[in-house]
């Protein structure tokens, strides 16, 4: 089974990045779909961007498309999401989830991922 553990969130002004960080163990990053989704307080689950580790393709969520990059390093068996130009809107937890049949393209859900991390809280405010 799949263990999923995010890291990088923190507090940060609007206008400031970070990085998050989902490590994987339990099975081969190459052979899964990894997802970020956020969470805020009294809203649904959003998808933010995915990216399909067998060939690396990547694919965005209209609203964090120029602002959020999404990136795999396997031989550390994990997936980055760097953030940039942060606004308070994007305070929220944010989590990484994992797929091994999955290929993300065009419309992908929470309910497609498998496995789940349990999040890392990303607040942004002055």
Same mark, same amino acid.
């Given at each position: 089974?799949?263990?999923?553990? !995010?890291?990088?969130?923190?507090?940060?002004?609007?206008?400031?990045?970070?990085? *998050?960080?989902?490590?994987?163990? @339990?099975?081969?990053?190459?052979?899964?779909?990894?997802?970020?989704?956020?969470?805020?307080?009294?809203? !649904?689950? !959003? @998808?933010?961007?995915?990216?399909?580790?067998?060939?690396?393709?990547?694919?965005?969520?209209?609203?964090? %498309?120029?602002?959020?990059?999404?990136? /795999?390093?396997?031989?550390?068996?994990?997936?980055?999401?760097?953030?940039?130009? *942060? %606004?308070?809107?994007?305070?929220? %937890?944010?989590?990484?989830?994992?797929?091994?049949? *999955?290929?993300?393209?065009?419309?992908?859900?929470?309910?497609?991922? /498998?496995?789940? @991390?349990?999040?890392?809280?990303?607040?942004?405010?002055?």
């Amino acid at each position: 089974q799949v263990q999923l553990v !995010e890291s990088g969130g923190g507090f940060v002004q609007p206008g400031g990045s970070l990085r *998050l960080s989902c490590t994987i163990s @339990g099975s081969t990053l190459e052979y899964h779909a990894i997802g970020w989704f956020r969470q805020a307080p009294g809203k !649904e689950r !959003e @998808g933010l961007s995915c990216i399909n580790s067998s060939d690396g393709s990547t694919d965005y969520a209209d609203s964090v %498309k120029s602002r959020f990059t999404i990136s /795999r390093d396997t031989a550390n068996a994990s997936v980055y999401l760097q953030m940039n130009s *942060l %606004k308070p809107e994007d305070t929220a %937890k944010y989590y990484c989830a994992a797929d091994p049949d *999955l290929y993300c393209s065009g419309t992908w859900r929470a309910t497609d991922f /498998r496995s789940w @991390g349990q999040g890392t809280q990303v607040t942004v405010s002055s």
